[in-house]
């Protein structure tokens, strides 16, 4: 889910465009450079980021970006980026923004991260087959059952991911898969015993590829941590980002992010009270 807290404001449900509404407005329109331009990470990852039928960027990540950027006066550039790739140019400067990314130590050398943040737990998915088959509560009750875990190349399914992968055992266990769709077809044809993604994107692949009958989620949550929008920091300041965050809340307040979070199926439901556990 998101949410979208702001210098500690809180957000219940969507208010309607008032005069704090409009007063927000006009902090978020700073005199950035007129050729202001900020390159975005671009993948098929539904509903977050996806391609229009006209071939255009979409998704609610890519929409709340675009939007948002645009109040601070600076022109979207979308780059298709594989994960793990992407990450490389974020550090190098040549990628500004990264959506979905858990902010670790690492990640805060090399980068800047929003307040504005995905609620949406990361979940393991199984073949219906095998529901009720295994009892899994840790990362390491997966390799000592033996089974094999897919993850999409280079992410960070969760925060005690990158621990869990310094025991060979677990790694042994681990395919990194480049797409989605791949990581379902091999779970499907059981060359994978189970795939960790966020429970969204899981749940709209899987409607829209016709296996939501036949892949299951498991109670098995890998991240309960937010994950955020991040700025290269050899490209995008501190104020910038604060800026991004202020926009954000205005979209908020006048009812844009309801209009991009419904045209996905989200609707407000997607919004949870940050002020609250």
């Keep these: 889910m ?3 807290p702001i210098d500690g404001l809180g957000c219940r449900g969507l208010s309607v465009w008032g005069m704090a509404g409009m007063a927000l407005a006009m902090m978020v329109s700073p005199a950035f450079a007129a050729d202001c331009v900020m390159s975005v990470r671009m993948d098929e990852d539904p509903p977050y980021l996806t391609r229009l039928s006209d071939g255009s960027p979409g998704g609610v990540n890519a929409e709340v970006t675009r939007e948002a950027l645009r109040r601070m006066g600076c022109r979207t550039e ?40 995905n609620q949406v737990p990361n979940r393991l998915f199984i073949r219906a ?5 295994w009892d899994i509560r840790a990362f390491s009750d997966l390799p000592r059952l033996g089974i094999k875990l897919g993850v ?31 990581l379902w077809r091999m779970l499907q044809a059981g060359r994978l015993d189970a795939v960790i993604m966020d429970e969204q994107t899981a749940r709209w692949e899987l409607a829209h590829l016709g ?7 498991t109670g098995f949550v890998a991240a ?18 604060r800026h991004f965050d202020q926009a954000v809340e205005a979209m908020r307040k006048d009812g844009t992010l309801s209009a991009i979070l419904s045209n996905y199926g989200l609707g407000g439901a997607a919004l949870i009270d940050v002020s609250g556990d």
């Design 152 to 182: 999409e190349t280079g992410s960070l399914v969760g925060p005690d991911f990158g621990k869990a992968s310094d025991d060979p055992q677990f790694r042994a266990i681990v395919t990194p898969v480049r797409s989605h769709d791949s």
């Design 2 to 4: 998101w949410m979208f």
């Design 129 to 133: 087959a095998d529901a009720g088959r």
């Design 224 to 241: 309960a941590a937010p994950a955020f929008f991040a700025f290269s920091r050899a490209r995008v300041t501190p104020d910038q980002v």
């Design 78 to 117: 979308f780059r298709a980026l594989p994960f793990s790739r992407s990450l490389k140019e974020l550090q190098e400067g040549g990628l500004d923004v990264v959506a979905d990314l858990f902010a670790t130590p690492e990640r805060e050398s090399y980068a800047l991260f929003s307040q504005t943040r």
């Design 211 to 217: 296996r939501d009958g036949s892949i299951v989620g």
